[in-house]
């Protein structure tokens, strides 16, 4: 089943990360303002803040494969659908169906994922989970970049669109799922307590950055760099791979809970400096800080998920991580408006360094309060 979780993953993600970079440059070409940009990559990020603990709650209690099958062929009509529209709203529209979509293929893998106990080394299990999350948007940058230099980013999206059907296939593999009921009360204890609302914070902190990738980043390379849809697809996949190394540098350590603590806020220490230290004028220092930003989002991506599986019990995890991951996406709806809006009117490069600085901010805040200190096993 394990395997099966990772195939999923990674077709998903080279999918739809390549979509996300691709689009603001659609958009552009379609003569969308930076607001229309912003408030269509937040329509994204709308949809898990609605839809993440309902999601996480059926996975508790009803389906976790089902879910994951309609979200993948849905994700595919929606692929079909944003190659048809050149209006702002309808696409923002569009995107709001994607990221319901996204939102129950994210949750219900990690439910998924979270729930099983065949690897008993939490940094192996989280490090190649999160390997096989990163290592799908490298392929798709480079893939994505040649087919819509030469064919464009319709016949991309329509490439993908007969792809998410295929991944269903992985389904058949997995074995007989098990639930629990559960009640509300059991949710609302589990998050609303001075621990866990300190690491929400902490999520939403580090969720802003991520509204920075979804607007301003492909115009950034394009204008600082004049690099086109494939250079810059190049430059980001390369730079990706740091992220998937990161990973599964992780995956190869003993567990030992105080020295993932430190790595974790290593990890976002190094993403805020990348962040800050890539706006550079010569592409090829900007690309080795960048590296420097995806090897720190790969640690704190691994064990981020490492500490959120041991927070919460595996019988109730999928609706408590629900409620985690629609704090995170409120911060990347916040960051999303917010640094589009900074990029596109006082320069692109401003979103980064703002952001890097919050994340360094973010890593202080949690070794000294937001980051959990180990409690024993669940």
């Known amino acids: 089943m394990i395997r099966r979780v990772h195939i999923i993953n990674f077709l998903r993600k080279l999918t739809l990360t390549t979509v996300l970079f691709l689009a603001p440059l659609h958009f552009l070409k379609l003569s969308f303002s930076g607001l229309e940009i912003g408030l269509i990559v937040s329509g994204f ?25 309609v979200a993948l062929v849905a994700q595919g009509l929606v692929f079909v659908f944003i190659g048809l529209i050149r209006n702002a709203g309808l696409m923002a529209f569009a995107f709001l169906l994607l990221g319901i979509a996204n939102n ?38 480079v893939l994505g970049g040649l087919v819509t230099l030469y064919s464009g980013f319709r016949t991309l999206l329509a490439a993908f669109a007969v792809l998410m059907p295929l991944a269903a296939l992985a389904l058949r593999g997995f074995g007989r799922e098990k639930f629990s009921v559960v009640s509300l009360r059991e949710y609302r204890s589990n998050v609303f307590n ?69 790595l974790l806020l290593l990890g976002m220490a190094l993403s805020g400096a990348g962040l800050i230290l890539m706006v550079q004028a010569d592409v090829r220092l900007s690309f080795l800080f960048r590296v420097v930003h995806e090897c720190g989002d790969g640690l704190m991506g691994a064990l ?5 599986s041991r927070l919460f019990e595996k019988r109730t995890i999928g609706g408590s991580a629900g409620l985690l991951m629609t704090i995170q996406t409120g911060g990347q709806m916040t960051g999303a408006l917010a640094f589009s809006s900074i990029g596109f009117r006082a320069g692109l490069q401003y979103p980064f360094y703002i952001a890097g600085a919050l994340l360094a901010a973010n890593a202080a805040f949690g070794l000294y309060y937001a980051v959990p200190r180990e409690r024993g096993a669940r």
């Open 45 to 69: 990020s709308l949809a898990p803040i609605v839809f993440s603990f309902p999601t996480g709650w059926m996975n508790d209690r009803l389906s976790m494969k089902k879910v994951i099958l």
């Open 194 to 262: 001075k621990q866990t609302l300190a690491f929400s914070a902490f999520l939403f902190v580090l969720a802003l950055h991520w509204g920075v990738e979804g607007t301003v980043y492909g115009p950034f390379l394009r204008a600082r760099f004049g690099l086109n849809d494939l250079q810059g697809a190049l430059y980001m996949a390369l730079a990706y791979l740091g992220l998937a190394s990161s990973s599964l540098a992780l995956s190869r350590l003993p567990f030992d809970p105080s020295r993932n603590r430190r």
């Open 104 to 141: 129950a293929l994210d949750v219900s893998a990690n439910s998924l994922y979270y729930k099983d106990d065949t690897e008993p080394n939490p940094n192996r299990k989280y490090g190649v989970y999160n390997f096989w999350l990163a290592v799908g948007p490298p392929i798709g940058f």
């Open 304 to 308: 981020v998920l490492l500490v959120i």
